[in-house]
């Protein structure tokens, strides 16, 4: 059974900083591409950071210099290290997985909660 927790999430003020996790069971997290995403209220979701299984990442011009993907292979964990937050990045926000021969996320996780004021 796949499962993906994501933690991390709260409320701060513009400018702050924020680490999200998610923690995989299930999955040897390293051996898959991981990515989060993001959903504001009334907006379609965002694709904002991947890191592939080979450690590539690329980050979405949204936050790229502000947010960082990494990953905890001992620990089974992805990041999201968010810094200079706006009013803009507040969302739902959703780390997903998929293996690397397919297109689609197939395991998500429930999502953590980022509000910025």
């Known amino acids: 059974h796949v499962q993906l927790v994501e933690s991390g999430g709260g409320s701060v003020q513009a400018g702050g900083s924020v680490r999200l996790s998610c923690t995989a069971s299930?999955?040897?997290?390293?051996?898959?591409?991981m990515a989060w995403f993001r959903q504001a209220p009334g907006k379609e979701r965002e694709g904002i950071a991947r890191?592939?299984?080979?450690?590539?990442?690329d980050h979405a011009d949204s936050v790229k210099g502000r947010f960082t993907i990494s990953r905890d292979s001992a620990k089974n964990t992805l990041y999201l290290q968010m810094s200079n937050l706006k009013p803009e990045d507040t969302a739902m926000y959703y780390c997903?997985?998929?293996?690397?021969?397919?297109?689609?996320?197939?395991?998500w996780g429930q999502g953590t909660q980022v509000t910025v004021s």
């Open positions: 299930g999955i040897i997290l390293s051996a898959y591409d």
């Open positions: 890191l592939d299984h080979d450690g590539r990442t």
């Open positions: 997903a997985a998929r293996q690397c021969w397919t297109s689609t996320y197939q395991y």
